[in-house]
């Protein structure tokens, strides 16, 4: 996914669109008030496209998904998740003080945050409490093309829709399910 594949990613976001509009837990994630903030990769922003911003990009296309806004950032490097070792992964708070939010004209009522990948939910829980802080009124959820689910000798299905809660449990991030 990181490869960002043109012809399988969009055709992905889109399957996972109609999805979310035909599940109880997912209906109404996707509307045109929403704004779509793409999560930042662990550097702070380049040129080059990341996974996030072009599923946010990909769900748009797909159907009133809502607009883009890539006001999250990041202000400084952390450790990437994806290669680092489980104790070596970057903490809630370390992703929650490398973000910083841009100035918003109106306050969006609704905020999806948009992501390729979600392990422990360290990075969405950070990124929530940032825009949280931000837009205290808004509504503030996430939204993961690929969560993890730990070692499996067989896998039942490939697309298996959930919805489910973040929390900070025991100084960490904890992801139900």
Do not use: N
Not at 139 to 158: I, M
């Amino acid at each position: 996914m990181k490869a960002v594949d043109r012809e399988w990613f969009p055709r992905y976001a889109g399957l996972a669109y109609r999805t979310s509009l035909h599940d109880p837990q997912l209906k109404g994630l996707f509307a045109l008030d929403v704004a779509l903030v793409p999560v930042p990769g662990c550097t702070p922003s380049s040129d080059a496209p990341w996974a996030a911003g072009q599923l946010a990009r990909a769900l748009t296309l797909v159907g009133p998904a809502g607009r883009v806004w890539p006001g999250l950032e990041r202000r400084f490097a952390v450790r990437k998740s994806a290669t680092a070792l489980s104790g070596e992964r970057p903490t809630v708070r370390e992703h929650f003080e490398s973000f910083s939010v841009a100035r918003f004209a109106a306050p969006p009522p609704r905020i999806v945050l948009v992501d390729d990948v979600i392990t422990k939910g360290r990075t969405l829980l950070a990124a929530a409490m940032r825009l949280h802080e931000a837009f205290p009124h808004a509504d503030v959820r996430a939204f993961a093309l690929v969560r993890t689910v730990g070692f499996r000798r067989r896998l039942e299905r490939l697309i298996e829709p959930c919805s489910g809660v973040i929390r900070w449990a025991g100084g960490d991030a904890r992801r139900e399910p």
